[in-house]
């Protein structure tokens, strides 16, 4: 996976749409398909429980097809850009435990993959405005960037692939 810039603007408001586009149709699917079960598998006295958690799976079934079938439509692209970014990221995460003490060994994978994230998560916190935490980050991307330098290593995150994690 490769960073790329977007569009904040046009990112959080196609966010949005699809959010509350999911929410709706699961609202909707989810009612609709309960009274339909209900109607056609159930007597009036009888608890509605299960039959209303299946409309619920159901709706949230539709909602994922749907979704995976339009994620390469255009408009969806920065929104899956996220999406994927957010779940490489936490790949790197649950790696971190034994990445970090390989940089301290100086291994090249492993700076070129913190790389990614510290730039990755950079990115994420300037589109999600999340202030807070991005000097903490900006503090370690400085002190890799130096490690990274010393070994003579690129400082761009083009270099990364995600089976480099594999040896972690």
Do not use: C
Not at 6 to 31: G, P, T
Not at 93 to 98: A, L
């Amino acid at each position: 996976m490769k960073l790329k810039d977007i569009d904040k603007v046009r990112y959080r408001k196609r966010l949005n749409i699809v959010f509350f586009s999911m929410a709706a149709a699961l609202i909707v699917i989810a009612q609709a398909t309960s009274a339909l079960f209900i109607y056609v598998f159930s007597e009036p006295e009888a608890s509605h429980f299960y039959h209303i958690m299946a409309a619920v799976a159901a709706a949230a079934a539709i909602v994922v097809y749907v979704v995976n079938k339009y994620r390469h439509h255009s408009y969806m692209t920065e929104v899956v850009y996220v999406w994927d970014l957010k779940q490489q990221l936490n790949k790197i995460q649950r790696k971190q435990r034994k990445l970090l003490p390989a940089i301290e060994a100086g291994d090249n994978d492993a700076m070129v993959a913190m790389n990614f994230m510290y730039r990755g998560s950079k990115q994420l916190y300037e589109l999600d405005d999340n202030t807070i935490t991005i000097e903490d980050l900006v503090v370690l991307i400085s002190a890799l960037d130096l490690r990274m330098k010393e070994a003579g290593l690129s400082l761009s995150t083009d270099a990364y692939t995600p089976d480099m994690l594999d040896r972690f």
